[in-house]
Nanobody, 116 residues
Framework: QVQLVESGGGLAQPGGSLRLSCAAS????????MSWARQAPGKGLDWVSS????????YYTDSVKGRFTISRDNANNTVYLQMNTLKPEDTALYYC???WGSGPPRGQGTQVTVSS
C-alpha cells in the first residue's frame, strides 16, 4: 500500500530555514507527481507545492514563492521541501501527498513551528 513518511520538521526562528523530506513506498514513485500541503492550527488543509515526475514542472502557492523549493530524488523515492526565510505564518503540520493536489493519500505529517 502507499506509504508516505515525512520528516525534518521542528522549531525555527523567523528568517530561518528547514528542509522537509518525504520517503515514499508502495507505488511507482518515478512516474508520480508529488505535492506538499499544510494545515495551520485551527485551519483547513492548504496545498503548498507540487512537482512533476521528472522534476521539469514545479508549482507553488503564492505565499511561498521565492522562499520554498520543492525537489525530488527518484533514485531514492524521496521528495523534499526546502523552506527558507520562514515566517510565523508558515507554522503548520506539513504533509506530503501523491499527485498534484493535497491528497489523499498523504503521510502523517511533520510539525513546523516558526517562532522567536
Amino acid at each position: 500500500q502507499v506509504q508516505l513518511v515525512e520528516s525534518g520538521g521542528g522549531l525555527a526562528q523567523p528568517g530561518g530555514s528547514l528542509r522537509l523530506s518525504c520517503a515514499a513506498s508502495g507505488f511507482t514513485f518515478s512516474t508520480s507527481a508529488m505535492s506538499w500541503a499544510r494545515q495551520a492550527p485551527g485551519k483547513g488543509l492548504d496545498w503548498v507545492s507540487s512537482i512533476g515526475s521528472d522534476s521539469s514542472i514545479t508549482y507553488y502557492t503564492d505565499s511561498v514563492k521565492g522562499r520554498f523549493t520543492i525537489s525530488r530524488d527518484n533514485a531514492n523515492n524521496t521528495v523534499y521541501l526546502q523552506m527558507n526565510t520562514l515566517k510565523p505564518e508558515d507554522t503548520a503540520l506539513y504533509y506530503c501527498a501523491r499527485g498534484w493536489g493535497s491528497g489523499p493519500p498523504r503521510g502523517q505529517g511533520t510539525q513546523v513551528t516558526v517562532s522567536s
